[in-house]
């Protein structure tokens, strides 16, 4: 079983930064893949990026070269640093693991967390 809480996130102007903390819990945090997802109202929760237990990463082709996933194992928190930022970038942000998946399929992942909303102004 594997806990998540995400932290970070806040209202931002166009062309601003964040950094999204997701903290697990569990000491086979290491094990697992995790992604970040987000959804805006009325829309579908998307893909954003992913990292796998060996550090590999992919990215949503909206986000890509603005967005970094990152994890320090030893905290057990995946990281997502946000530069920047637009305003389609609004959406509340959830952090997702899965022990057996790597990718871009939000219906893959076991454990979610509650979700962190970021807000970019224009």
């Known amino acids: 079983q594997v806990q998540l809480v995400e932290s970070g996130g806040g209202l931002v102007q166009a062309g601003g930064s964040l950094r999204l903390s997701c903290a697990a819990s569990g000491p086979t945090f290491r094990n697992y893949a995790v992604g970040w997802f987000r959804q805006a109202p009325g829309e579908q929760r998307d893909f954003v990026a992913a990292i796998s237990r060996n550090g590999d990463t992919i990215y949503a082709d909206s986000v890509k070269g603005r967005f970094t996933i990152s994890r320090d194992n030893a905290k057990t928190t995946v990281y997502l640093q946000m530069v920047s930022l637009k305003p389609e970038d609004t959406a509340l942000y959830y952090c997702?693991?899965?022990?057996?998946?790597?990718?871009?399929?939000?219906?893959?992942?076991?454990?979610w967390g509650q979700g962190t909303q970021v807000t970019v102004s224009s």
């Open positions: 997702a693991a899965s022990g057996y998946y790597y990718g871009r399929n939000n219906d893959a992942y076991n454990y």
